[in-house]
């Protein structure tokens, strides 16, 4: 257990929809990294948030979105759902952006 | 683009030996190198940091880097069947610890056979 939660842990959408997916990171934790993670393949970065401010942003078009609460909890919001999007979106978090992140159960995402 | 490479597998080794791991990537500007361990179905989790050039050793597990070459490897001695899972290289623009911009290779899937 890393103390860094996401919901759901599986989601089912059709095309076209919107999805927000959400992380609560580790108390203490400032920043929290968002990650999707296709089938067979690696983890890839999407963007980091710290302290609120996006810090950072993966090769991924301005349809994921997301954002950081006072609470340093995050949201990530994929909107116009494509069959592509369907993968493991991975949140990490770390008490800053130099400390060692953990890792959350992950929220697979199915689009059909 | 920035690529990390590794060989997919999958790896097997019998139980006891070493098993060993190797990633190479292609951006010279990366400062900080990373292994995670990936059970199936489960979420990547830290293993080795590495941010020299040379070795670093912790428990069973060597991580070696080679700037120079753009290499780095992860050996594990007295390989378990728990050690069975996929293993991802990961690199990192800034030097340090964290989850900024990390560039993941696909993994290598390493089986221990008792």
């Known amino acids: 257990e890393t103390g860094v939660t996401q919901s759901p842990t599986h989601l089912i959408k059709t095309r076209g929809q919107q999805v927000t997916l959400r992380c609560s990171s580790q108390?203490?934790?400032?920043?929290v990294s968002w990650y999707q993670q296709a089938l067979g393949q690696g983890p890839q970065f999407i963007f980091q948030?710290?302290?609120?401010?996006?810090?950072g942003r993966g090769n991924f078009p301005p349809r994921f979105s997301g954002l950081q609460f006072p609470n340093y909890s995050s949201e990530l919001n994929v909107n116009a759902l494509e069959l592509d999007d369907s993968a493991l979106y991975l949140c990490?978090?770390?008490?800053?952006?130099?400390?060692?992140?953990?890792f959350g159960q992950g929220t697979r995402l199915t689009v059909v | 683009q920035k690529e990390v490479e590794q060989n997919s597998g999958p790896l097997s080794v019998p139980e006891g030996a070493i098993a060993s791991l190797n990633c190479t990537y292609s951006?010279?500007?990366?400062?900080?190198f990373f292994w995670y361990r990936q059970y199936s179905g489960k979420s990547p989790e830290l293993i080795m940091s590495?941010?020299?050039?040379g070795d670093k050793e912790d428990g069973r597990f060597t991580a070696q880097l080679n700037k120079a070459s753009q290499y780095v490897s992860l050996l594990i001695r007295d390989s378990q069947p728990s050690d069975s899972a996929t293993y991802l290289c990961?690199?990192?623009?800034?030097?340090?610890?964290?989850?900024?911009?990390?560039?993941f290779g696909k993994g290598t899937k390493l089986s221990v056979i008792p």
């Open positions: 990961a690199v990192s623009p800034r030097s340090g610890a964290g989850s900024y911009q990390l560039t």
């Open positions: 590495i941010y020299s050039n």
């Open positions: 948030y710290y302290r609120e401010e996006e810090n």
């Open positions: 108390s203490g934790h400032n920043t």
């Open positions: 990490a978090s770390s008490s800053s952006m130099n400390t060692e992140a953990f």
């Open positions: 951006d010279r500007g990366s400062q900080s």
